[in-house]
Every structure is written in C-alpha cells, then in structure tokens.
C-alpha cells in the first residue's frame, strides 16, 4: 500500500512539474498559427501532386516496358 501511495504521489508532482514547464511554453497567436497551418497544407498539396506525377510517368514507362 506504501508504494502505491508513493506511486501517486509521484504522479502528482510529475504532472504539477509538467503544467510549470507548459506555462513557460511560448505559444503561438492565432494568426501565426493559421500561416503555419497554410503553409504546411499548401506544402503536403504541392508534394501529393508531386508523388502523383511521378507515380503516373513510372507507370506510363512500365507499359511501355512491358509491351
């Protein structure tokens, strides 16, 4: 019983040290978070149409290939 009383105390004080640390977290505006989210789905958009053109020529060069 001890050691389960020790356990939760541990976890207590693990999450009151983590909740000291995120206050000093420096969090990002609103609008610096919107501008990262654009850039990041613009980026992922660029790079999918990028693997699908790539992915098309592979397999236009495989049926010649075959053929």
Request: net charge positive; proline share 1%.
């Amino acid at each position: 019983m001890k050691k389960l009383v020790e356990s939760i105390g541990n976890l207590k004080t693990f999450f009151r040290e983590v909740k000291v640390e995120l206050l000093k977290c420096s969090w990002p505006t609103r609008k610096e978070l919107f501008g990262s989210s654009v850039v990041v789905i613009v980026s992922v958009l660029i790079l999918g149409a990028f693997v699908g053109a790539c992915d098309l020529v592979n397999m236009a060069l495989l049926k010649f290939i075959i053929r």
